[in-house]
């Protein structure tokens, strides 16, 4: 039993350096020029919310923005005005980030009644006839994903930036998705598709 004790702490204690740990307090400092697109919390029109996304998926988009700019957009996640500001960025400074953005309370959004049943239905159920995935299979009944598995929380998002995403992922333009799954299900999409399931995650909480 004892030496089933000394194992473990000694595996913990080569473990720990591994996983960098993020300052939520260094992270709100850091977050000053990243508020002059999301706002205090990450909120301004046209852009991303970061408030209660995974911190790990933060971290992930991050380290792929900077890839994507300093690979010319070969590797990582391309994009011109996130690539320039993850740039300077250490891993630190991402995990801090992470940290601060992800404790804080996302705010709710709504969904116009119009596409409440028909969101409903395709985010719940999918397609079976022309092979669309049920997105709840991975980002769960009410959006909020799975931060072990790596799939972000998309409830209350704005409902822009996530028809911008899905059409990206459609045309290819973003890449960065695990074994390429959002690109096989955004390209079985139509735009009415795109336009209803953008619609009706805003009100998805």
């Known amino acids: 039993m004892k030496k089933l004790t000394l194992v473990l702490m000694l595996m913990a204690g080569v473990a720990s350096p591994v996983w960098a ?3 939520a307090a260094a992270g709100e400092q850091k977050a000053a020029t990243c508020k002059a697109c999301h ?3 990450g909120e301004a029109a ?3 919310k970061l408030e209660g996304q995974h911190a ?5 988009q991050l380290k792929e923005f900077k890839a994507g700019a300093t690979s010319g957009g070969k590797e990582g996640r391309n994009n011109a005005v ?3 500001m993850a740039m300077p960025l250490s891993e630190q400074d991402m995990e801090d980030l992470a940290a601060y953005y992800s404790g804080q309370a996302m705010s709710p959004n709504t969904t116009a009644p119009e596409y409440v049943e028909a969101g409903q239905k395709l985010y719940m ?3 079976l006839e022309r092979g669309i995935a049920a997105c709840t299979a991975c980002h769960g009944p009410r959006g909020v994903g799975q931060s072990l598995a790596g799939f972000p929380r998309v409830s209350s998002q704005y409902a822009g930036y ?3 995403q899905l059409e990206m992922f459609r045309s290819g333009e973003r890449a960065n998705d695990l074994n390429g799954m959002m690109q096989d299900v955004a390209a079985k999409l139509s735009d009415k598709d795109i ?5 009706y995650l805003g009100g998805l909480h």
Do not use: H
């Open 21 to 23: 740990k993020g300052d």
């Open 39 to 41: 706002n205090d919390q």
């Open 46 to 48: 046209g852009y991303p």
């Open 56 to 60: 790990g998926y933060l971290v992930k």
């Open 82 to 84: 996130m690539g320039g």
């Open 125 to 127: 159920g999918g397609d």
């Open 162 to 164: 996530i028809k911008s």
């Open 195 to 199: 336009e209803i399931l953008s619609q």
